[in-house]
């Protein structure tokens, strides 16, 4: 590992501020992913900036939402009582991802930050466009078991890793950042991007942002919800495919429906035409059936991936099956 220094933030003004001056420095807070980056020398900061010592750690019910500070620990917002009352889903995808001992040092803002856990990203000798721009992707025709099915370039086929952000995707989450230029809001939907021509860039954060807090806008998902995670091995392993449902249902008809898939996309992937035909229908075999098929309509895969085009209607029939027993 590169040797580097370490700044404590005091305030966020001065986080901003001293990222702002560094082209080289980046914030820390968990450290889970970064840490392992540097480890591999994918990334190589000369400055990280400890942001632990901010307020950004609570989790507050008010005024129609629920804020998330960006600095509250993964387990914390799966236990977390009001999560579990109002947004289970959430807690549900929390609950799924890593293990015990990484949740307890993960924050929600690092979370989200995340990078791909594809082999090539993670080894220098290989080329990748996302760790070494135009040198190649190398899974494309290499091993891409693991890899996209969904908005993939030339230029990558890698995929999200998180669980906890496929659940914030279908839940309509806004993401709160702050930096030299101000304070903006974000849609979740809106926040992690597709790999295009420009691979390295994973979201639309901007370097000089810090992510503040989530908002999660009151629903009625507190019942009719699901994640399910199809992985190698039962725990501390990233999705094949998986599935974050929720649903809102009166006297067996659907009113709404929320979907999103992770494990098949450079971002999680929101299910918007899928969501539409559920609204209004019966919540029936056939029904799920449907939208089941119509899940991987544009799906393409690459050799070792192709099984993930039959894995996904069937995870998601599953998904929409088990929350509407509930």
């Known amino acids: 590992m590169k040797n580097f220094q370490l700044v404590k933030a005091s305030t966020r003004e001065s986080a901003i501020a001293t990222i702002a001056k560094d082209e080289t420095a980046t914030f820390i ?29 609570k989790i507050i019910d008010a005024d129609g939402k629920i804020r998330i500070g960006a600095l509250a620990k993964n387990s914390e917002v799966a236990q977390e009582k009001i999560i579990c009352k109002k947004q289970p889903l959430l807690s549900m995808a929390l609950d799924a991802g890593a293990s015990q001992q990484i949740r307890n040092m993960a924050t929600v803002g690092g979370n989200m930050m995340q990078r791909t856990r594809c082999p090539y990203f993670y080894n220098p000798d290989m080329p990748c466009n996302k760790r070494e721009p135009k040198s190649g992707c190398g899974a494309k025709e290499g091993f891409n078991r693991m890899h996209a099915i969904f908005g993939a370039s030339d230029s990558c086929i890698a995929v999200h890793p998180s669980d906890m952000c496929i659940a914030l995707a279908a839940l309509d989450a806004i993401v709160l950042v702050d930096g030299p230029k101000g304070e903006r809001r974000i849609p979740f939907t809106e926040f992690h991007r597709l790999p295009g021509e420009l691979p390295e860039k994973d979201n639309t954060l901007e370097r000089t942002e810090l992510i503040t807090a989530i908002e999660i806008p009151d629903n009625n998902y507190e019942k009719n919800v699901h994640y399910l995670k199809i992985r190698d091995r039962t725990s501390y392993a990233f999705a094949l495919v998986s599935v974050a449902v929720a649903l809102d249902i009166d006297k067996g008809n659907i009113r709404e429906a929320r979907l999103a898939l992770g494990g098949v996309a450079h971002k999680p992937w929101r299910l918007f035409e899928v969501e539409n035909y559920l609204k209004g229908k019966p919540a029936t075999e056939n029904t799920f059936r449907e939208a089941a098929r119509m899940s991987v309509q544009g799906a393409k895969g690459f050799g070792g991936n192709d099984f993930k085009i039959k894995l996904t209607p069937n995870a998601v029939s599953e998904a929409l099956a088990i929350a509407a027993s509930k």
């Not at 992913?33 to 994918?42: A, H, P, Q, S, T």
Request: no cysteine; aromatic share 4%.
């Open 29 to 57: 807070a968990g450290g889970t992913n970064l840490i392992d980056l540097m480890k591999k020398r994918v990334t190589e900061p000369d400055r990280l900036i400890d942001i632990n010592g901010l307020e950004f750690g």
